[in-house]
């Protein structure tokens, strides 16, 4: 039987998933800075509203007030959607701060605290899709290889039980081979989309391929990812897109 799925709501890419991710998977979206991995994180939330599917935005990499003034250079995001609470979007250090948790490294009680109020706040709002930006700038607080492991298979495993779709996203420097710094996330995600960077004639272009995605057949084209502020993020095939 095949599975429920969630419609990232990018056309292309949920042609390429063969209909959509499958319901309650988490993705890592890893790429170098500037590829687009925020910015695809927040149009699957705000393409998860027209749908009647609450999201919520865990920020470790961008203040919450710089964030939104980002995407609003993005027509698809809309702040009536923060008002409504179709959308939530909340600071990690902030939560971090107020639960008294140390602002260097975690002890393994710290990091499991941290999880459960993440999970109790995406209970709450009844959030079906949560976005984790960064899981790498969280991971520096996280000592041990064990402890990353662990975090991340958790919030994997308690947001899956809700039937919530996660995105974490990986910072990975340029022109790099690996997934993730810590080499340990993309081995506990669902799934891997990769974000890079190709030159063609002085130019940057940006690209995204799926690399895997537990439990369903897709396909793992490369993609050239365009973003403008009219549609976001748009995916054409690399060979037919005269790039
Ligand atoms: N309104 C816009 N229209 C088109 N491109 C934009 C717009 N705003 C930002 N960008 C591009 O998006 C990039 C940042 O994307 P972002 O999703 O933050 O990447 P990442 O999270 O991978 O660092 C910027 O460097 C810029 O090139
Ligand atoms: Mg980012």
């Given at each position: ?35 687009g ?12 509203t ?39 979007i ?104 990769f ?12 690209t ?36």
């Amino acid at each position: 039987m095949d599975r429920p799925r969630c419609k990232t709501g990018i056309e292309e890419l949920d042609a390429e998933l063969n209909g959509g991710l499958p319901l309650g998977s988490s993705v890592l979206i890893s790429g170098p800075s500037g590829t687009g991995k925020t910015t695809l994180c927040m149009q699957f939330l705000v393409n998860g509203t027209k749908m009647d599917e609450k999201g919520v935005f865990f920020t470790s990499s961008e203040p919450v007030a710089k964030l939104k003034k980002h995407q609003s250079g993005f027509d698809f995001f809309k702040e009536d959607l923060l008002k409504s609470n179709k959308l939530s979007i909340i600071d990690i250090w902030s939560i971090s701060d107020r639960l008294g948790l140390s602002p260097e490294r975690y002890t393994a009680d710290e990091a499991n605290t941290l999880f459960e109020v993440i999970r109790d706040i995406t209970k709450e709002l009844g959030a079906k899709r949560l976005v984790l930006d960064s899981i790498t700038s969280l991971c520096y607080r996280l000592e041990t290889k064990e402890m990353i492991r662990d975090f991340v298979f958790k919030i994997g495993a308690s947001l899956a039980a809700m039937r919530c779709t996660t995105f974490l996203t990986s910072e990975i420097p340029p022109r790099s081979f690996k997934y993730s710094i810590h080499n340990v996330e993309e081995f506990i995600s669902d799934g891997i989309f990769f974000l890079s960077d190709v030159e063609r004639k002085g130019d940057l272009i940006r690209t995204f391929r799926v690399i895997k995605m537990r439990g369903i057949a897709h396909a793992r084209t490369k993609f050239a990812l365009n973003m403008s502020s009219k549609k976001g993020i748009e995916l054409a095939p690399l060979l037919k897109s005269n790039m």
